[in-house]
């Protein structure tokens, strides 16, 4: 079973945006709408950021989207702050006899 | 507001049976979510390992499909994993959480989880 392809690192300046990106497949991100993101600060547990590609749980800023094109979802985060800086995961259904895969992951260091 | 706790040894030695449990309040494990184990190895990603829904239906990632069991004990409000005949590769940050899923065709698709434990470290070691 392999991840969900992330780039392993994005860096931005404050106030800058930036986005990760997450590809997949057709069996997976490319074939349906259940794609989410996380946000994982070090020593804490993930905390959901996006669902169903686009959607934001109430308490989740603004400055956080997800969008989809093809087998790519992107996370973008604007008006980078300080307090962005965490790993961040994509996950999708999968269409395999592995329902539920993750992304492989991507730091995020804002300069 | 939904909390999840986990619960368990945080050693166990090479080839025995890591248990854990958890712990669900403010929430009823018995209404419309699955429950699920995702771990993740020291400095390294998530790995969802498998989620169970208030009747016992239960999937599991195919990588540890023959060494994993999820339970479910509704009238405590916990579920429980077992991963059997661990190895120091099974060392591991273990998180349980509250799964959304849809049914699409009479198949379900496991889609996020929106509420997480803290998590238990658990080392494999003699």
């Known amino acids: 079973q392999s991840a969900l392809t992330q780039p392993a690192s994005v860096s931005g300046s404050p106030g800058q945006s930036i986005t990760i990106s997450c590809t997949g497949t057709k069996g997976d991100v490319g074939g349906y709408n259940y794609v989410s993101w996380y946000q994982q600060h070090p020593g804490k547990a993930p905390r959901l950021l996006i669902f169903?590609?686009?959607n934001r749980p109430p308490w989740i800023s603004n400055r956080f989207s997800g969008s989809k094109f093809g087998n790519t979802a992107s996370l973008t985060i604007s008006g980078l702050q300080a307090e962005d800086e965490a790993d961040y995961y994509c996950s999708s259904y999968r269409s395999s006899n592995t329902p539920f895969v993750f992304g492989s992951g991507t730091r995020v260091t804002v300069l | 507001q939904v909390q999840l706790q986990e619960s368990g040894p945080g050693l166990v030695k090479p080839s025995e049976t890591l248990s854990l449990t958890c712990s669900v309040s403010g929430y009823f494990i018995s209404d419309n979510y699955y429950w699920g184990w995702i771990r993740q190895p020291p400095g390294k990603g998530l790995e969802w390992i498998g989620s169970i829904f208030r009747t016992g239906e239960t999937y599991y990632n195919p990588s540890l499909r023959r060494r994993v069991s999820i339970s479910v004990d509704t009238s405590k409000n916990q579920f429980s994993l077992r991963l059997n005949s661990v190895t120091a590769a099974d060392t591991a940050m273990y998180y349980c959480?509250?799964?959304?899923?849809?049914?699409?065709?009479?198949?379900?698709?496991?889609?996020?989880?929106?509420?997480w434990g803290k998590g238990t470290m658990v080392t494999v070691s003699s």
């Open positions: 959480a509250r799964e959304s899923f849809d049914i699409v065709a009479a198949q379900t698709l496991i889609n996020y989880m929106d509420a």
């Open positions: 169903d590609v686009t």
